[in-house]
């Protein structure tokens, strides 16, 4: 059984730190993304990292705060987020893919968790 597990979400301060976590289990995946949804608004990409974890991607505006990172050997994908804005606050995804490509459409993923809200205080 494929799962995705995201944890680490909470409420922070502008400015603050945040670090999410996504377990994977049920199967090897290729690349791995995150995507969030604020309240009104569409599903937007985050940051993605194919499996070898070299040259994550990210949305233009997450750029220079958001870090993502993984342990295969954990089946684990990280987002750590600094600096963060008010117009940050959504649930976060995280979204896997069977295949092992520069994905940043929601389509182009076959598997996604329940999601973790984060709230950023002004």
């Known amino acids: 059984q494929v799962q995705l597990v995201e944890s680490g979400g909470g409420l922070v301060q502008a400015g603050d730190s945040l670090s999410l976590s996504c377990a994977a289990s049920g199967r090897t995946f290729g690349t791995v993304g995150w995507f969030r949804q604020a309240p009104g608004k569409e599903r937007e990409f985050v940051a993605g990292?194919?499996?070898?974890?070299?040259?994550?991607y990210y949305a233009d505006s997450v750029k220079g705060r958001f870090t993502v990172s993984r342990d295969n050997a954990k089946n684990t994908v990280y987002l750590q987020m600094n600096s963060l804005k008010p117009e940050d606050t959504a649930v976060y995804y995280c979204?896997?893919?069977?295949?092992?490509?520069?994905?940043?459409?929601?389509?182009?993923?076959?598997?996604w968790g329940q999601g973790t809200q984060v709230t950023v205080s002004s």
């Open positions: 990292v194919k499996r070898s974890g070299e040259r994550p």
């Open positions: 979204a896997a893919s069977r295949y092992d490509f520069t994905y940043d459409k929601a389509r182009s993923y076959d598997y």
